[in-house]
């Protein structure tokens, strides 16, 4: 398929958008390495173990996907095709709103 050199202001907020991504995913790893060392009197030890793990999952996915977004999209710009769907968006929404709904209740419950 030919390729064409797309808008530079596509391609920018492509990589501003990769760019987003990548410290999105630094966040939620601080933040699930912020919950694990918690001191154990705060939550409930497994509790507080299942959060920084769904954190720090959420952080290698946004990590690892990325560049594979970054890619795709460039690559439908370039061929003129349509932008491919922003399929994790809704996991990631729905992962970081579970896990505030949950901590939320633990420090209700802990008063």
Do not use: C, K
């Amino acid at each position: 398929m030919e390729e064409n050199e797309p808008d530079p202001r596509f391609v920018l907020a492509n990589e501003r958008t990769f760019l987003t991504w990548i410290s999105t995913s630094l966040a939620l790893s601080a933040g699930g390495i912020a919950i694990a060392v918690v001191p154990e009197d705060v939550f409930v030890p497994w509790v507080r173990t299942l959060l920084a793990v769904v954190l720090v999952l959420l952080s290698a996915v946004a990590a690892g996907s990325a560049y594979p977004r970054w890619r795709h999209i460039d690559r439908a710009l370039r061929q003129d095709r349509a932008l491919p769907p922003p399929a994790l968006a809704p996991m990631f929404g729905y992962g970081v709103a579970g896990v505030a709904v949950l901590a939320l209740l633990l420090i209700v419950l802990e008063r």
